[in-house]
């Protein structure tokens, strides 16, 4: 069978399984690359016990017609990338080689994708995500975040979910930069639905992904699923407020197993949408990063996007020498004092710091008056 035939057959077993199979279900991660997933689906549809898949997938099997699942999808403008296509993102392989979290596990069977970017376009991006509850705190910083990495030329990927998700998407879009959704339900549906506008603008600018096929709704366990996607399809993970039950942790997990960096916003000690960020934090298994440039910094290549440290305002009392503030620090605020007094205050020789006066003069931080020296204005703040 020629390569474009097999291809072919391929994409169809894998449509038909990902009607009969939940996503991340690792019975058939561990068996798709043991037997391939023409093989697999023949055992299936031959009515063979596979590792209970037969049982599972029985109610399910008869209402499958992968040409026309194909057919209805590319009408909505959906796709269904597959191993062996030129998009496909190489980098979701990792997923094979860590344990199942939760019972979900391995690579996607293939993504069902809708908008006009390509998953390939993903070299280069960065995960944002976090608390449904957020805060105007974590939104801003959400936000700034990904239109800083966004309009640096990666892609924001995100869940469309209230919160941190949705400010994630908002910040990238902003800027006309490229974002993603990755959706725990077809992507021809929109969940949340107060969304469905979002999701409209990323199907038509950027993309929307699902395992699941279109139709299909949204349960708490593919959610657990998705997480593992979103880390997969990145070079990294930022969490932005977690409470310490948040979704946002799995995702988190996932990247962190599959050695994907993950960086953290610290927020409010007090805060408890930031509790869960914190304990990634204080046990090491985040980095902490404040904005968008730490971001880039840390994801980035070697040198790529080096972030300036913060620093308080400078001051022209900053650039002395030690000796020249030594006497800086000897001069009267308000009432003058002789050169011999100001000596005495510095320790310093009676010659070395009528030198060091004249200096600090033409640096108009000092001023000379009939009665001896004193601070000038400028430097008395």
């Given at each position: 069978?020629n390569?474009p035939?097999a291809?072919?057959d391929?994409?169809?077993?894998?449509?038909?399984l990902?009607r009969l199979t939940e996503?991340?279900?690792?019975?058939?991660s561990?068996?798709?690359p043991q037997?391939g997933a023409?093989?697999l689906l023949?055992?299936?549809?031959?009515?063979?016990?596979?590792?209970d898949?037969?049982?599972?997938?029985?109610?399910?099997?008869l209402?499958v017609e992968?040409?026309?699942e194909?057919?209805?999808?590319?009408?909505l403008?959906i796709?269904?990338?597959?191993p062996?296509d030129?998009?496909?993102?190489?980098r979701?392989?990792d997923l094979a080689r860590?344990?199942?979290?939760?019972?979900?596990g391995?690579?996607?069977l293939?993504?069902?994708?809708r908008?006009?970017?390509?998953?390939?376009?993903?070299g280069n991006?960065?995960a944002?995500?976090?608390s449904?509850?957020?805060?105007?705190?974590?939104?801003?910083?959400?936000?700034?975040?990904a239109?800083?990495?966004?309009?640096?030329?990666w892609?924001?990927v995100s869940g469309?979910?209230?919160g941190?998700?949705?400010?994630a998407?908002r910040g990238a879009?902003?800027v006309?930069?490229f974002?993603?959704?990755?959706?725990?339900?077809?992507?021809?549906r929109?969940?949340?639905?107060?969304?469905a506008a979002l999701?409209e603008?990323l199907a038509t600018e950027?993309m929307?992904v699902?395992?699941?096929?279109?139709?299909?709704s949204?349960?708490?366990?593919r959610?657990?699923s998705?997480?593992?996607?979103?880390?997969?399809?990145?070079?990294?993970?930022?969490?932005?407020?977690?409470?310490?039950?948040?979704?946002a942790?799995s995702?988190a997990?996932?990247?962190?197993?599959i050695s994907?960096?993950v960086l953290g916003?610290?927020g409010p000690?007090?805060s408890a949408q930031s509790?869960?960020v914190h304990?990634?934090?204080?046990?090491?298994?985040?980095?902490l990063v404040?904005?968008?440039a730490e971001v880039?910094e840390?994801?980035?290549?070697?040198g790529?996007?080096l972030?300036?440290?913060?620093r308080g305002?400078?001051?022209?009392?900053?650039r002395l020498?030690s000796r020249?503030q030594q006497v800086?620090?000897a001069?009267p605020?308000?009432?003058?004092?002789?050169?011999?007094?100001v000596?005495r205050?510095a320790?310093i020789?009676?010659l070395?710091?009528s030198t060091?006066?004249?200096q600090l003069?033409?640096?108009?931080?000092?001023?000379?008056?009939?009665?001896?020296?004193?601070?000038?204005?400028?430097a008395r703040?």
């Amino acid at each position: 069978m020629n390569a474009p035939a097999a291809l072919h057959d391929d994409r169809l077993a894998r449509v038909t399984l990902s009607r009969l199979t939940e996503p991340g279900d690792p019975r058939v991660s561990r068996l798709v690359p043991q037997l391939g997933a023409p093989r697999l689906l023949h055992l299936l549809l031959d009515d063979a016990e596979v590792s209970d898949l037969r049982t599972d997938a029985a109610a399910r099997l008869l209402d499958v017609e992968p040409e026309r699942e194909l057919e209805r999808a590319a009408r909505l403008g959906i796709r269904f990338v597959v191993p062996g296509d030129a998009e496909w993102p190489a980098r979701t392989a990792d997923l094979a080689r860590v344990a199942n979290s939760q019972d979900r596990g391995g690579p996607p069977l293939g993504l069902w994708v809708r908008g006009p970017r390509r998953l390939d376009e993903l070299g280069n991006s960065v995960a944002v995500v976090g608390s449904r509850s957020a805060t105007t705190y974590g939104a801003d910083v959400a936000s700034e975040i990904a239109a800083v990495t966004a309009r640096a030329g990666w892609g924001v990927v995100s869940g469309a979910a209230f919160g941190i998700d949705q400010a994630a998407h908002r910040g990238a879009a902003a800027v006309r930069g490229f974002t993603v959704a990755v959706l725990a339900c077809g992507v021809d549906r929109a969940y949340p639905t107060a969304h469905a506008a979002l999701l409209e603008h990323l199907a038509t600018e950027g993309m929307v992904v699902s395992e699941l096929p279109p139709g299909c709704s949204p349960t708490r366990l593919r959610f657990l699923s998705r997480n593992r996607v979103i880390a997969a399809l990145t070079r990294g993970t930022v969490v932005v407020e977690a409470a310490l039950r948040s979704g946002a942790l799995s995702t988190a997990n996932w990247a962190s197993k599959i050695s994907r960096p993950v960086l953290g916003v610290p927020g409010p000690v007090t805060s408890a949408q930031s509790q869960g960020v914190h304990g990634l934090l204080r046990t090491g298994a985040a980095t902490l990063v404040t904005c968008g440039a730490e971001v880039l910094e840390e994801l980035g290549a070697v040198g790529e996007h080096l972030a300036e440290l913060p620093r308080g305002p400078e001051r022209r009392r900053d650039r002395l020498s030690s000796r020249q503030q030594q006497v800086l620090e000897a001069v009267p605020v308000a009432s003058p004092a002789g050169v011999e007094s100001v000596a005495r205050a510095a320790g310093i020789g009676l010659l070395e710091v009528s030198t060091l006066l004249a200096q600090l003069q033409a640096l108009e931080l000092v001023e000379q008056l009939p009665r001896g020296w004193r601070l000038a204005e400028g430097a008395r703040a």
